[in-house]
């Protein structure tokens, strides 16, 4: 979120809140990145008291609210190019806290298991559907810089339903480990 601002203010000069979160609206950027429209106000409150963005001037256009009109500071424009060296360079993969579940299966629900990771494997494969539908519907609107991002969220949905088709073939072994490393019995 802190890239987007910090780097509309800087491309495209001051603007006021609501500018910035139609163009994020415009942008699609909910589909292909963790940005929430409801986050954008909060995150240029904190921008602002850090120092890496400041009001240039309060505007009134008609009877809408007055507006603050930010703009990138010295400090602001640092900052976002340390962003865009790291953004680019570190590689993020947070855990799924269910590869740690895996590894501590409740005995008693060993034979819903199937019946469990099948759900997930639909609702995997509903979403990449929805996700590949919606991409068609606005790949006009995006950029190609866009385009490729989504392409990258889409690769890895397909390589996590990939994942998970393997792990569905494996699902007796696994069971009957667990079975048998916990000291059950079938």
């Not at 910090?6 to 609206?25: A, K, T, Y």
């Not at 890496?52 to 703009?71: D, M, N």
């Not at 950029?143 to 339903?161: F, K, P």
Request: charged share 30%.
């Amino acid at each position: 979120m802190r890239i987007f601002i910090l780097g509309v203010l800087s491309e495209r000069g001051p603007m006021h809140g609501h500018q910035i979160r139609l163009l994020s609206e415009e942008e699609h950027l909910d589909l292909w990145t963790d940005i929430t429209i409801g986050g954008l106000y909060g995150a240029i409150k904190r921008l602002a008291a850090e120092g890496l963005i400041e009001e240039e001037r309060t505007e009134q256009v008609g009877s809408y609210p007055q507006r603050k009109v930010w703009r990138i500071t010295e400090a602001g424009a640092q900052s976002l190019s340390s962003l865009r060296l790291s953004g680019l360079s570190e590689i993020v993969h947070h855990p799924d806290p269910f590869d740690l579940i895996l590894t501590r299966l409740d005995p008693d629900h060993l034979d819903d298991l199937p019946t469990i990771i099948e759900a997930r494997v639909t609702s995997l494969k509903a979403m990449l559907t929805e996700y590949e539908a919606h991409s068609q519907v606005i790949a006009r609107y995006l950029t190609l810089a866009e385009s490729l991002a989504m392409r990258h969220r889409l690769v890895r949905l397909q390589a996590e339903i990939s994942w998970h088709e393997q792990l569905v073939d494996r699902l007796p072994e696994l069971i009957k480990d667990e079975r048998t490393r916990r000291g059950l019995h079938d």
